[in-house]
């Protein structure tokens, strides 16, 4: 299957941006040499960040496809640099400096469209108790069409074929692969029983130990056990996935965003272990090889321990410490609830119109 993606922005569009075609191409380069003459060179950062809003106007102000891909590919790349260790192969080079110039711009352009999304009378009159805010935007979660979503309540339950799993799974590869450290970052700062609780979710997506159920080599198991791999992915890959890993790192990475990313997060956790069900039943259904499944087998019971300590132990008391946290926690959970449910319309809209098997 190869999607019908957006087209590339034409070539004099994206020539609009060289600065930021040098930056990446510098940020994937082994060796790159001129960082430092780069980071002390104020007029180029400041030509940069130029660009850099240029592109985030025409994305989301001017609705420019093109652009919004071309700004989405920009950042996959500086979130694939801040999750590995690429640093490290040159410790005396610091691409901080400029990686702050283009981020603080692309990325804030990237959530303030998601904020605006979310109508303000949604976030407001909530119950300020622990347990009743928590009733109350478990509620709004039920309530939201991601919730049961037609592409697992109905899609991969009755209809999938094998080809739509690989499809769906080739999509999940901007998140799933590096849940464990996106856990792991989310503990800075925190204490006590909420730092507990993320550590204790961490501690199973490292397989309690053990590297053979570590989630991550889990998943890789499942992509290969049905032939997706790197190639599949590129070629695969919808412009709605690449926006929710962008989100999903852009929350995660950045402090300040904490409390909307527990809300985020919360609804991946409350929602994966019926989505996961749904999957495995679609798997059982078409005779799939059994090691393939194990991944999300295990996380039908695992994300519904985490889901309800997330919670209780997590948002209920961030919110009984501090009310005021409630609204930018349930801002977070209908951020994730709006992505997750225009990411899955995507993904639904190209397998339906895949050829039915003979």
Same mark, same amino acid.
Not at 148 to 161: C, D, F, I, R
Not at 207 to 228: P, R, W
């Given at each position: 299957?190869?999607?019908?993606?957006?087209?590339?922005?034409?070539?004099?569009?994206?020539?609009?941006? *060289?600065? %930021?075609?040098?930056?990446?191409?510098?940020?994937?380069?082994?060796?790159?040499?001129?960082?430092?003459?780069?980071?002390?060179?104020?007029?180029?950062?400041?030509?940069?960040?130029?660009?850099?809003?240029?592109?985030?106007?025409?994305?989301?102000?001017?609705?420019?496809?093109?652009?919004?891909?071309? $700004?989405?590919?920009? /950042?996959?790349?500086?979130?694939?640099?801040?999750?590995?260790?690429?640093?490290?192969?040159?410790?005396?080079?610091? *691409?901080? *400096?400029?990686?702050?110039?283009?981020?603080?711009?692309?990325?804030?352009?990237? $959530?303030?469209?998601?904020?605006?999304?979310?109508?303000?009378? $949604?976030?407001?009159?909530?119950?300020?108790?622990?347990?009743?805010?928590?009733?109350?935007?478990?509620?709004?979660?039920?309530?939201?069409?991601?919730?049961?979503?037609?592409?697992?309540?109905?899609?991969?339950?009755?209809?999938?074929?094998?080809?739509?799993?690989?499809?769906?799974?080739?999509?999940?590869?901007?998140?799933? *692969?590096?849940?464990?450290?996106?856990?792991?970052?989310?503990?800075?700062?925190?204490?006590?029983?909420?730092?507990?609780?993320?550590?204790?979710?961490?501690?199973?997506?490292?397989?309690?130990?053990?590297?053979?159920?570590?989630?991550?080599?889990?998943?890789?198991?499942? %992509?290969?056990?049905?032939?997706?791999?790197?190639?599949?992915?590129?070629?695969? %890959? $919808?412009?709605?996935?690449?926006?929710?890993?962008?989100?999903?790192?852009? /929350?995660?990475?950045?402090?300040?965003?904490?409390?909307?990313?527990?809300?985020?997060?919360?609804?991946?956790?409350? /929602?994966?272990?019926?989505?996961?069900?749904?999957?495995?039943?679609?798997?059982?259904?078409?005779?799939?090889?059994?090691?393939?499944?194990?991944?999300?087998?295990?996380?039908?019971?695992?994300?519904?321990?985490?889901?309800?300590?997330?919670?209780?132990?997590?948002?209920?008391?961030?919110?009984?410490?501090?009310?005021?946290?409630?609204?930018?926690?349930? %801002?977070?959970?209908?951020?994730?609830?709006?992505?997750?449910?225009?990411?899955?319309?995507?993904?639904?809209?190209?397998?339906?119109?895949?050829?039915?098997?003979?």
């Amino acid at each position: 299957m190869t999607t019908e993606r957006n087209l590339d922005m034409p070539d004099p569009q994206r020539n609009d941006f *060289p600065l %930021l075609a040098e930056f990446t191409a510098a940020l994937t380069s082994v060796s790159f040499g001129t960082w430092q003459e780069l980071v002390d060179d104020y007029a180029h950062r400041a030509e940069l960040a130029g660009e850099c809003r240029r592109l985030a106007d025409l994305a989301f102000r001017g609705r420019d496809a093109a652009a919004r891909e071309h $700004l989405h590919d920009i /950042l996959t790349v500086v979130y694939a640099y801040e999750f590995s260790q690429s640093a490290a192969r040159n410790p005396d080079q610091d *691409p901080q *400096p400029i990686l702050r110039d283009v981020t603080s711009v692309l990325e804030n352009a990237m $959530l303030d469209n998601e904020f605006r999304q979310v109508p303000e009378e $949604l976030l407001t009159g909530y119950p300020s108790g622990e347990k009743e805010y928590v009733r109350w935007l478990k509620a709004l979660i039920q309530d939201h069409p991601a919730s049961a979503h037609p592409m697992y309540a109905e899609h991969l339950t009755n209809a999938a074929t094998v080809e739509d799993i690989r499809f769906l799974l080739a999509q999940e590869t901007s998140l799933d *692969p590096r849940f464990d450290d996106i856990l792991a970052v989310m503990q800075f700062g925190a204490t006590g029983a909420e730092k507990m609780e993320i550590a204790a979710n961490y501690w199973d997506e490292m397989g309690n130990g053990e590297f053979a159920d570590v989630h991550t080599t889990l998943f890789s198991q499942c %992509l290969t056990s049905i032939g997706v791999d790197r190639g599949y992915i590129e070629s695969n %890959l $919808l412009l709605a996935a690449k926006e929710c890993g962008n989100i999903s790192a852009g /929350l995660a990475l950045s402090r300040r965003h904490y409390l909307r990313a527990i809300g985020y997060y919360g609804v991946t956790e409350f /929602l994966a272990p019926r989505r996961f069900r749904q999957l495995v039943t679609a798997w059982d259904r078409l005779g799939l090889p059994p090691e393939g499944k194990v991944y999300h087998d295990i996380h039908i019971n695992v994300d519904a321990h985490h889901a309800a300590g997330w919670y209780k132990n997590v948002i209920g008391p961030v919110v009984e410490r501090d009310p005021a946290a409630g609204r930018e926690i349930a %801002l977070g959970t209908f951020v994730r609830l709006n992505t997750s449910a225009y990411y899955l319309d995507r993904v639904l809209e190209v397998c339906q119109k895949q050829p039915l098997p003979a």
